[in-house]
């Protein structure tokens, strides 16, 4: 007879899993120059049908929004991870030359030589069907530049990154 899964124990093992290769991904990150914050945003979706004619479309709105805390009645509250994606990084080297005119808050003139990436840690390396929607509206919208996907390597401790835009083909 095959012994009965404790769940509870399961998720419980998942969730410290998951935090780990989290703060092993940030470390990583912050090695390599990154300096590295933790998102505290999410897209919310809106289902709006479109008329096209006399056909009726399907259509999604996105729109960033804060995350929601999640909250066990029963234990405390689950701040950790609430955003999509887990991070977002940013890196001042000469990246795009942007320049930036704010009187208002006295910036007159600035160039900005940052790169915004954003990385969703995923131990597989998996990304669901909504969390793909989510990356591709971040990128469509110009939140980043380039959205990263880590995930566990062959060799043990090693990391690979993957470009979404490459992920996604």
């Known amino acids: 007879m095959k012994p009965k899964t404790d769940f509870k ?9 998951g935090t780990r290769f989290e703060t092993k991904v940030r470390k990583d990150l912050e090695k390599k120059n ?14 709006a049908p479109l008329q096209v004619g006399f056909d009726v479309v399907p259509n999604k709105i ?3 929004v804060p995350a929601k805390r999640k909250y066990n009645p029963f234990s405390r509250a689950l701040s950790i991870g609430v955003g999509f994606p887990d991070f977002f990084c940013y890196c001042g ?3 795009g030359k942007a320049v930036v005119s ?10 900005c030589n940052y790169a915004i990436i954003f990385v969703e840690c995923k131990s597989n390396g998996i990304l669901d069907k909504i969390e793909k929607e989510k990356a591709q509206w971040y990128l469509d919208h110009n939140y980043c530049s380039k959205f990263l996907i880590a995930c566990k390597g062959k060799k043990r401790g090693e990391i690979i990154y993957k470009d979404f835009n490459d992920y996604n083909k």
Not at 9 to 17: E, L, P, V, Y
């Open 9 to 17: 124990k399961q998720g419980k093992k998942n969730r410290a899993a």
């Open 34 to 47: 990154w300096i590295v914050c933790k998102w505290g945003n999410n897209i919310e979706f809106i289902d």
């Open 62 to 64: 996105g729109k960033c």
């Open 93 to 95: 080297y000469d990246y």
């Open 102 to 111: 704010q009187p208002s808050i006295g910036v007159k003139e600035a160039k």
